[in-house]
């Protein structure tokens, strides 16, 4: 049996979550996550244009889950605030775990969602502005603990 | 920070009358009960007097307590044990809500080419009765319930299912490791056949459990060696924690249990109460005295866990087992509690040293930390 350790960034995290909550007529919203496993996450964008580059302005998120949840949403909201969406985009969720000095290995599969769910809301806002699609492969696990597991 | 500890379900301190009495056969009456010497002898009467205190307090008038490590290994040997040495039957009946060592020994055996039923359950946890009558057949051996489930606290009715079993001639098992001490078990009157308890949730040590069998069962032994414990449980005796283990038998009173009631009842009407998000858990008459089990919608419950644990008070989330598994909680899924609302589930059990002072600051603490977690998430209508 593992347990569960969390660093003393992810616990901070968890306890005083930075950039929590909504935001009105977002320009980008991400939405992803398995309620049946235990962590939902939604993504807010509002995004500005300065010298031909979209700028995250404001970001915001709402999320479901357990502190491995918690803190990674707050963390990348905190790493991509005043980022360019091309910089944004490339965070991935293993960036966002190193950066709260890592997460139990048992929660790197499913509640380490955050970069998925950025790049779900910044594939929302390219969708609005019409003929920008783009493509991104999830890391995260979401299907896991729909099927039943055999029991040894 | 002073510690609350709500989690005597997973376990209990030893406490000190029991600690005292134990300190002696580590330091000085410390022989082995094979040994033929005085000390070897001195420690084997004393054995014997717990197993006479056990079947006392069991009402055993035909059986044998058998010592283990505990309540796993004493359904190991209750199931594999008995299967083993019968082999012309291939059929055991268990509920849905048996403790993992149970549900994974009958997965175990089921790999093994026997048969196993689950029975169902209620949304309260009760097995069907009548589903039980009709699931026995001539191929069936054992039946094996749990007297009360560890997470939601559902007490079954030991005395018409010992009836039934009688009746269809099937031997009845019971895993009574949360119950025993705490609710009233009758061998004769129930009509078990093997019956499971422990030490270390009665304030007793960790490491020593029993198995009480009716005489004439026949039982293959997981351990061979010596041949002690009737042949069935080789293995020098712990003697120390067999000690412990008879002092634990009346650590509990019947004013602790009036108060743990009490105290369950209350913080019941007030959780329910004062957080619209919560659900019970579990039935509401015959459940038992320590346990409380709920339900949050929007949340998870290790975030409740961990914040809590941050604050200085230890519960539970399912049972202790689970929470480091990604498995969902198979008696939440018994009850027909839906998967996505299945990780919102917190257990609390209360001991003997609880007082109305801790229950208080723990929900208040509760309060807070349900209403920031739902705040946060996005499921919140």
Known sequence: MQNIKYSKKVKEHFLHPHNMGKIKNADGIGKLGNPACGDVMYIYLKIIKKNEK????DIKFQTMGCAAAISTSSMITDIVKGKTLEEAFKITN???AKELDGLPPIKMHCS????????EAIKDYYNKQKNRKIKYEKTACYKCCDSKKEMD | MKQIYLDYAATTPVVKEVYDEMKDYFLKNYGNTSSLHILGQNADEKVEKVREKIKQKLNAKDHKVIFTSGGTESNNLAIKGLVYANKEKKHIIISKIEHDCILKTAKFLEKQGYEVTYLNVDKEGFIDLKQLEKSIKKETILVSIMHANNEIGTLQ????????CKEKKVLFHTDACQSFTKEKIDLEEFNIDLITINAHKIYGPKGIGALVIKNGIKLTPLLHGGGHEYGFRSGTLNVPAIIGFGKAIDVISKEDIKKMIDLRNYMIKEILKKIPTSKLNGPTENRLCNNLNFLFNYIEGESILLQLDMEGICISTGSACS???LETNHVANAIGIPKDKANGIIRISLGIETTKE???IFIEKL??????LTDMSPLTK
Do not use: F, H, M, Y
């Open chain 2, 323 to 325: 929470s480091n598994t």
């Open chain 2, 367 to 372: 309060i807070k930390i349900v209403k920031r």
């Open chain 2, 157 to 164: 009715n030991l005395k018409e299912i010992g009836k039934i």
């Open chain 1, 54 to 57: 979209e700028i995250i302005k």
């Open chain 2, 358 to 360: 801790e229950t208080d």
């Open chain 1, 94 to 96: 293993k960036d966002v």
């Open chain 1, 112 to 119: 380490n969602l955050a970069a998925d769910v950025l790049k």
